[in-house]
């Protein structure tokens, strides 16, 4: 784990209907509150819009660190990501506006990886913090393994259509005054 970084973002996981934090949510929670606890980074994103029932990820997660000491000005909620992919890239724009260059984030040790691939894939220098978890049995482990096989590649489509989509779209010319033209146009 580094020692310092400018910012912490743990990213989402279910929630159950009455607000509760699942046990993989809490764990997360937990690890990025005792890292900000510690003085590691002085400020925490919570990444996830997908809503479980009326509860939404990054909204229960800013809850839960609240509870655990972190002050509510310390976290930012990103409510837009559906998706790892998507919790990067919207992510990266909130660091970026708080000029956060280095970066930990926090998710499941079997999720960390992916996780980090995506964020440093939209420019975002960042370093794995993982959430211990259980020990998961064989089938769960051959589930999660091919899971992040086929997000992988997801998430490698949707970067390079949002390149094509940005390559695609003309960007506009330098824009000309009326008075650069009328006095042009008086020659």
């Not at 046990?23 to 996830?48: C, D, F, M, N, Q």
Request: charged fraction near 25%; proline fraction near 4%; hydrophobic fraction near 45%.
């Amino acid at each position: 784990m580094l020692d310092r970084a400018d910012a912490i973002v743990v990213l989402g996981c279910r929630v159950l209907p009455s607000g509760r934090l699942t046990t993989a949510a809490a764990r997360r929670a937990a690890k990025a509150a005792e890292a900000y606890l510690a003085g590691v980074a002085p400020h925490i994103v919570t990444s996830g819009g997908r809503r479980w029932g009326a509860q939404i990820e990054a909204e229960a997660l800013r809850r839960a660190l609240v509870r655990a000491g972190v002050p509510e000005e310390a976290v930012t909620t990103e409510l837009w990501s559906l998706t790892t992919h998507e919790n990067a890239v919207f992510s990266a724009e909130i660091l970026r506006r708080r000029e956060a260059r280095r970066v930990l984030v926090v998710t499941c040790a079997w999720h960390v990886e992916r996780a980090i691939q995506n964020f440093r894939r939209v420019g975002v220098d960042a370093w794995p913090l993982p959430s211990e978890g259980v020990r998961a049995g064989a089938l769960r482990r051959v589930y999660r393994r091919g899971h992040e096989l086929v997000c992988t590649w997801l998430d490698r489509r949707a970067l390079r259509r949002a390149h094509a989509l940005v390559r695609a779209v003309p960007r506009p010319g330098p824009r000309v005054s009326g008075a650069i033209n009328a006095e042009e146009n008086a020659r």
